[in-house]
Structure formats: structure tokens, C-alpha cells
């Protein structure tokens, strides 16, 4: 996609922001992925895309070796602040295909709110071949599931009007139709099995402020053209006052966990 790259950097642009507001993992989540990964208490995690490292923390605080990989320069630098009482955790300013693949070298390559910037043939085949011959491979996101919200319904004629692929979000979550290309490709992979999908529910309630802040964050919302953008947030401060500024959002984690297959090796290329 043409877009694509400048969309995926546009979050550096926001980094505070996004550690402040974005919605971190449940615990359950968390939990999870231990479990079905089957990752061992001295495991050694490769993180793809850690921003500032809301689900790094968890792992590291379960004591984990955790080498973080985040293109984003300023998003990089928040997850090393913030990681900082973590030594067995290492932040890198690189993004995962730029990075030299250290081969067999961990037990699970994990990746939150990140993977589906990746093309999904090159992203599971060098996985593949960092990961030890019993590693696993975690990928999660955050669906949001407001669409049956009064809220929701009161600012839809906005995102029909300026982001109309979000209004269509009733039918076809779009975060969520990317994230399902990654489950079909580890369904159809030679270098994973076992497949394993937990869909985990639950909400988190915003100040009017917060929510704005959370808007922010968004690629598509951040990279709206001038004056759509300035119409577009104004419209939705309007709603929001309306709604007494509080907004519960509903969301989905969708984890999908799968181990490599077999060994990987120089015969199976991920360039």
C-alpha cells in the first residue's frame, strides 16, 4: 500500500500521547500468552513494534529477557525510560525488517498493535527464524466494539463524512479485517501449527480530554487533511459535550498464538 509508511510513522509524531491514552493489556491477556505460548519462566522474548511499551512492562515485570524492537525514534526512547528498572530488557531503535535476525534465538516473538504493518509472508517467515524450534509466535490487538453505543451512533455521520472506511465499522472493523489476514496466513503457513485464537471483552471509560487525546493517536485521524481534521475534531468535541465528556469504549483483545513447525533455516528466505 502506498500509504502505508507514512501512516505507520505518523505515531512517532504523537508518542506522548499515545503513552498516555492508549488502552494497555488485561492481565488476562497477559496470562494467556504464557500459557499458550508455553513460555518458559527463563524465556527470551523478541517484542516487534513495542512503542513506548505498555505490554513490555507486564512481561518484564514477570521477569523476562524481553529485546523491544520500535521504528519510532521518540516511541523508542519512552519504552528504554520506561523500562529502565528492567536490565534483562532491551530497547531498539529499528524496525523489524531492518533488524539482523538473530536465528533460534527465542522462545516467543510477541507483537501488540503492531504486526499488521508488516507484509504477512515476510513478517512470519523471519519470526520463524528467530525463534527457537519449540517458540511460539503471539500477535494481539484491540478491536473496538462501541458500534451499539449511543455515542458511537451520534458521531457516525462524522466518520461518514471525513474517515467513511471507519463508518463502515458496523459491518467490517477494519483494524479487525487486517488482523484476519495474519490468522489465515499462520492458518496456511508451512512454519507454524497449532493455532490457537482467545478473544478477551472488556471496557475502559474516558474523560471527554482523554478521548480527544486517544483520537490523536490514530493514524487515519492524525493524517486527516487541513481543514477536514480541525472539522472533523471539533465535530466530535460538539458530541462529546453533549454525552457529559465520558465515553465507556468497548473493546476486544484478539490474541492469535501459533508454534513454528519446523526448523528454518538459509532455505527459507524472508527477503
Known sequence: MPDQPPLRASFDAVAALYDEVRPGYPDAIVEAIVERSRLPAAG???EIGCGTGQIT????????????????????????????????????????EDWPVEPEAFDLVLSA???HWIEPAFGLAKAAQALKPEGAIALVWHIDRSEHTD???????????????????????PL??????YHDALSQSQLFAGLATLRHRWQRQYTGQQFLKLL?????????????KTQFFQGVQAELARF????????ETLLLVAHR???????????
Open 57 to 96: 512492562r507486564p512481561f518484564a515485570e514477570r521477569g523476562y529477557a524481553i529485546l523491544a524492537l520500535e521504528l519510532g525514534p521518540a516511541l523508542a526512547g519512552l519504552a528504554a525510560e520506561h523500562l529502565t528498572p528492567y536490565p534483562l530488557v532491551r530497547v531498539l531503535n529499528v524496525a523489524f
Open 244 to 251: 457529559g465528556n465520558v465515553v465507556t469504549c468497548h473493546y
Open 216 to 228: 490523536q493517536t490514530f493514524s487515519n485521524h492524525q493524517t486527516l487533511p487541513e481543514p477536514a
Open 151 to 173: 455515542f458511537y451512533r451520534a458521531t457516525r455521520p462524522l466518520y461518514e463524512r471525513f474517515l467513511p472506511s471507519d463508518a463502515q465499522r458496523s459491518h467490517v472493523d
Open 261 to 271: 513447525a519446523g526448523p528454518t533455516g538459509a532455505n527459507q528466505p524472508y527477503q
Open 176 to 181: 479487525e479485517q487486517r488482523a484476519m489476514r
Open 113 to 115: 498493535q503492531a504486526f
Open 44 to 46: 527470551r522474548i523478541l
